[in-house]
């Protein structure tokens, strides 16, 4: 039964993914209308209004365009985002088991005040001083996820240090760097991507967090976070506007995390052990 549930959680949250990043790629070559365009005479034309397939906004703004546009920026920041948290995160991970004592503590404890200091506090002062963009999302994103992931890459790091085949490595005298890429980051690798698949889920929550806030992306630039933002700002007549960009971000994030939990029951020696067991029996 076991079994059975990880394929389809892997499966469904595959599938998920899958629907939008195939999205994603289609809103390069096509959308319905140009995102911007401003057509007041179908202002807040509803779901199913001709031409219109999922209404439109305040300003008369198709809502299926932007949507397909704003998957675009709203993937390629959460991937980009969780691979600079990933690249970093075991860099940091590296250093830290790769150095003597001091230099470890050091950086765990230099984790500790990045993770203890408020993120949309930071996120304000970079948006005020650089200006509000994907670019600065990214920087303020990728700075606070990394320690995290340091300490998780950390942590799995340190057993593998005290297997057989790694003191052998050193008994032949190979380096610590020679260790780490040879013989520890293989072993790693999966971890990494079932993080980067995460930390993309987080990414893309953060950032609609951000630009609902208005400290992440603008127009004309757009983004689900974007929609979401200029949605709320409509009481009464325009409501249901947060329904859309509301509801892909759900659903994205959901399938991300199924697909990361899919990969991580697949990968993980000690829940595999345990399906086999219960197949066994």
Known sequence: MKYLQFRWTFIFGGLMTLF?????????????????????????????????????????????????????????LGCLTAA????????IA????????????????LSDVIM??????????????????????VI???????????RVVRSAVMPILNEEYVLAARQYGRGTTFILFRHVLPNISSLLVVQFSLYTASSVLAESGLSYLGVGIGRPQLSWGTLLKEA?????????????PASVIMFFVLGLNLL????RDAIDPKLRKIREADQVV
């Not at 397939?53 to 709203?74: C, F, I, K, N, Y």
């Not at 590296?94 to 404890?109: K, P, Q, T």
């Not at 409509?234 to 859309?244: D, E, I």
């Not at 990361?260 to 990969?263: C, E, P, R």
């Open 116 to 137: 203890a200091i408020p993120g949309v506090i930071v996120a304000l002062v970079v948006a005020s001083t650089i200006g509000a963009s994907a670019t600065s999302t």
């Open 84 to 91: 600079l948290s990933v690249i970093l995160g075991a860099i």
């Open 140 to 150: 303020v994103l990728s700075i606070f996820f990394a320690p995290i992931i340091g």
């Open 232 to 244: 709320q700002e409509m009481v009464g007549p325009g409501s249901s506007l947060m329904l859309w």
């Open 20 to 76: 939008f990043f195939v999205c994603a790629v289609v809103s390069i070559f096509w959308t319905p209308y140009d995102p911007n365009f401003i057509n007041v005479d179908a202002r807040f034309s509803g779901m199913g209004s001709p031409g219109h397939l999922l209404g439109t906004d305040t300003v008369g703004r198709d809502l299926l365009s932007a949507l397909l546009v704003g998957s675009r920026l709203s993937i390629a």
């Open 94 to 109: 590296f250093i830290a088991v790769g150095s003597n004592r001091f230099v470890d503590e050091l950086l765990m404890r």
């Open 260 to 263: 990361g939990d899919g990969l």
